[in-house]
């Protein structure tokens, strides 16, 4: 959750040089490279049932492209500081969809963790934009619609929580990754190709491309294999904690790398946020019983 956040961050001086559907084709595409021989199934694996392929592809769909695209077009409208606030939300959120999937009851600390989810959010959205250095700024900024975006990818993170914890049981951490990405380089292919054909790729610098290399690495592949390595060892509630590094690391990269302002209402809006993670994931109290 900690690179997700970074290359989330990271990902704005990309959508400045990149078209975003390019560069998500992009990013599939090296990836796809990095790992063919992750698609091999293993002798000790069943074959994926109809089921299992469903998933597969509503987790590439939901948790890799439409994330991707949503993320992408949301941080180019935004900061990565308000990125950072909205994507704060994710536990409460996973905890809704838990709610509303799994049928796992919500407690009173978890609705005040979705209270103050919705405060922060609520904050940042009548907060003044902090816009990043004028290298990486958005032509156009319209912070509304990126903070909207990024909340739709806050959405598409749920359900790639939930739905990669079912999968977790049918198949292995990199199988998942590799089948994943493939569907995201077919989902992507048509219109990276049209804006490939009319994109000046001279244009771009060395650095440039290091970062999209590092970027689709990271994107598409460590975090994937490590987020669902960890999916099949731990229950996805209790993985669900681990999710504060994402706004906290996107935050800090875009204060400390990319020269963004933390403001005050900012200030406000994350605490809020924060403050909704711990109330969710703070252990409960057990009550100990004595035998006689």
């Known amino acids: 959750m900690a690179l997700v956040g970074s290359y989330v961050a990271l990902s704005k001086p990309l959508v400045a040089a990149f078209p975003v559907l390019l560069?998500?084709?992009?990013?599939?595409?090296?990836?796809?490279?990095?790992?063919?021989?992750?698609?091999r199934r293993p002798a000790d694996e069943a074959p994926m049932t109809r089921r299992t392929r469903g998933l597969v592809f509503l987790e590439?769909?939901?948790?890799n492209f439409l994330f991707s695209i949503c993320m992408l077009f949301g941080?180019?409208?935004?900061?990565?500081?308000?990125?950072?606030?909205?994507?704060?939300?994710i536990p409460a959120v996973v905890a809704v969809a838990s709610w509303l999937f799994l049928r796992e009851r919500i407690g009173w600390r978890v609705g005040a963790a979705i209270a103050c989810a919705a405060a922060g959010i609520g904050l940042l959205a009548l907060s003044p934009s902090h816009a990043p250095a004028e290298a990486i700024a958005p032509r156009t900024a319209m912070p509304w619609l990126g903070n909207v975006l990024v909340f739709c990818a806050v959405l598409c993170e749920a359900a790639y929580a939930v739905i990669g914890k079912s999968l977790t049981g049918h198949l292995g951490p990199k199988r998942i990754s590799s089948?994943?990405?493939?569907w995201g380089f077919a989902l992507s292919t048509p219109f990276g190709i049209w804006l490939a054909l009319k994109f000046d790729f001279?244009?771009?610098?060395?650095?440039?491309?290091?970062?999209?290399?590092?970027y689709a690495m990271a994107a598409s592949i460590w975090t994937v294999w490590l987020?669902?390595?960890?999916?099949?060892?731990?229950?996805?509630?209790?993985?669900g904690v681990f999710t504060v590094l994402l706004p906290v690391s996107a935050a800090l990269v875009g204060v400390l790398v990319l020269d963004e302002r933390l403001g005050s209402a900012q200030m406000l809006a994350f605490g809020a946020a924060l403050a909704g993670v711990v109330l969710a994931t703070w252990p409960a109290r057990r009550v100990a019983s004595s035998s006689n």
């Open 60 to 63: 590439s769909f939901l948790g």
């Open 202 to 214: 001279a244009a771009v610098g060395a650095g440039t491309w290091a970062l999209l290399v590092a």
């Open 23 to 39: 560069l998500a084709w992009l990013r599939f595409g090296i990836a796809a490279l990095a790992m063919p021989h992750w698609l």
């Open 227 to 239: 987020w669902m390595t960890g999916l099949k060892r731990v229950p996805a509630a209790q993985a």
């Open 179 to 182: 089948l994943i990405n493939l």
């Open 75 to 89: 941080v180019s409208l935004t900061s990565a500081v308000s990125a950072g606030v909205i994507m704060a939300s």
